[in-house]
């Protein structure tokens, strides 16, 4: 079967790093319908490139891993001095670091989500030191054997963990909510002062979905929508059909900004500052 071409959806790079690829490290997320990777320079805290690819006709992993094969083979990929894979899925849960064991991954997914055959999947598992919890999770096999076999040594974590380290570093105060957009997908966070209180992921087909299943789990959380601060992250629009949703059922609605410690280079300002958070937070992760 013929190779199926890809085209990149965005594409930017500071040229000043040109022939610098070896001493940066690469950050990447993947999910079934997407694949965005970001160079970060480690020594001045910057994050110099950004590439995005979008794979809105994929329905399974499979299909999904065929397009990363080629990506994987790029210089870019090859040629980083490290390599740190982010995968984005709902496969997942959390278990308090106290009550860990190691040897039942499989139980404590399972617990939550329906596993029709083990035998397709690794799993893994990360700690997120902000919180003093382990999310688990697993990825399919496949994708495993394609990274080991196409590129050098890489690291692998999940989406959550950058995305409540990030959040929990922050000591958000108790009226204070994350919503984390993605395409068909939304993760809800709710961390006062360091402390997770809730995280969850969403799936969803329309606007109506959507703000169905957060005015529900507000109401869960007993968070009144009139005082409630609402910080939008992802690749969410002011002009599209849910962030106007949103300001109709709550009074304070925000984007979040890029963490203040880190630098991005010039090139890099046209993208929205809330955009590709899990991504631009991979540094906080190793």
């Known amino acids: ?27 990447v997320e993947l999910s079934k319908d997407h694949l965005f990777s ?6 001045s805290k910057e994050y110099v490139a950004f590439e995005a690819y979008h794979f809105e006709e994929n329905t399974d992993w499979n299909s999904a891993q065929r397009k990363f094969e080629q990506i994987f083979l790029s ?58 919890a382990i999310i688990v999770y697993a990825i399919p096999l496949g994708l495993e054997f394609l990274a080991k076999a196409k590129l050098p040594p890489f690291q692998i974590n999940h989406f ?12 958000v105060n108790k009226d204070q909510l994350h919503v984390h957009i993605q395409q068909h997908r939304f993760d809800i966070i709710y961390m006062p002062e360091g402390k997770l209180i809730f ?28 005082t409630t601060n609402l910080q939008l992250i992802g690749e969410i629009e002011e002009n599209s059909s849910i962030y106007k949703v949103l300001y109709t059922y709550i009074r304070s609605v925000e984007f979040m900004k890029h963490p203040k410690d880190i630098h991005f280079s010039a090139v890099l300002a046209e993208l929205p500052s809330h955009y590709y958070f899990t991504l631009f937070n991979q540094h906080l992760c190793g």
């Open 160 to 171: 959550g963990l950058p995305l409540l380290e990030a959040i929990g570093l922050q000591k």
């Open 38 to 43: 970001t160079l970060f320079d480690d020594s």
């Open 199 to 226: 995280f969850n992921s969403f799936n969803y087909q329309s606007t109506e979905d959507f703000i169905y299943y957060l005015l529900y789990i507000m109401e869960q959380l007993q968070l009144d929508r009139e």
């Open 75 to 132: 210089d870019q990929f090859q040629q980083a001095k490290t390599r740190q894979l982010n995968i984005s899925s709902s496969l997942y849960t959390l278990v308090p670091q106290a009550l860990f064991d190691e040897n039942e991954l499989i139980n404590y997914l399972s617990f939550n989500h329906p596993i029709e055959d083990e035998s397709t999947l690794r799993f893994y598992f990360n700690k997120i030191e902000s919180i003093d």
């Open 1 to 27: 079967m013929p190779s199926t071409v890809l085209q990149q959806q965005q594409q930017l790079f500071d040229e000043r790093y040109q022939s610098k690829t070896h001493q940066l490290k690469l950050f």
